[in-house]
């Protein structure tokens, strides 16, 4: 396994830099997100009882449920409650994260970052027109590309240390870009 990838499961708590300074939400709301997407892993679902989550944000109950309805209020994350045989069986909310536009600003800015340092003749005529095209462009995260490509992490992982898998790092998850990868896919096969 590579060592240079880390993993959501491997870390304390972890919350984006376009997360942490966005103004939407409360910074305990932003605690909750973070100890929610370290239960969360790669599939981007949570499964957290409120009592235990307000324990581990160090909060208290109440408090805690109105961190939850500010992050579903902002589009962060979509709550899926139980119901029926599911609700008797006391079994707990799923938080599902969702991608946000706070985020594509982030991503896109990193791209173009990149770009420029790896790219110093960009004008700035043409950086502007980069990050337009990057914002209107959708992203896919490190799942997904597993299953378009249809290789293992493993691999994937080698791609983009030793051969120059284009991606975008938001924090510690991979970005790709879908006409990206096809492009770099078509120069391999000429080579």
Known sequence: MNNNIMLLENVDVFIPNALMSFRGISQGAKLAWAKLAQHAGEKGEAYSDIETLAHEVGTQKRQCVRYIQELEKNNLIKV??????????????????????????????????????????????????????????????????????NLSRIRICKLIKHEKLPYYKLGNRYYFKLTEIDEYLSSKKLQ
């Open 80 to 149: 899926i409650r139980p119901e029926g045989v599911d609700k008797l069986g006391h079994k707990t909310n799923c938080y599902i994260f969702l991608w946000n536009e706070i985020y594509d600003t982030a991503v896109v800015r990193e791209s173009v970052e990149r770009e420029s340092i790896e790219k110093e003749s960009h004008t700035k005529e043409k950086k502007g027109r980069v990050w337009m095209e990057e914002k209107e462009n959708n992203f896919i995260g490190l799942p997904k590309l597993i299953k378009y490509l």
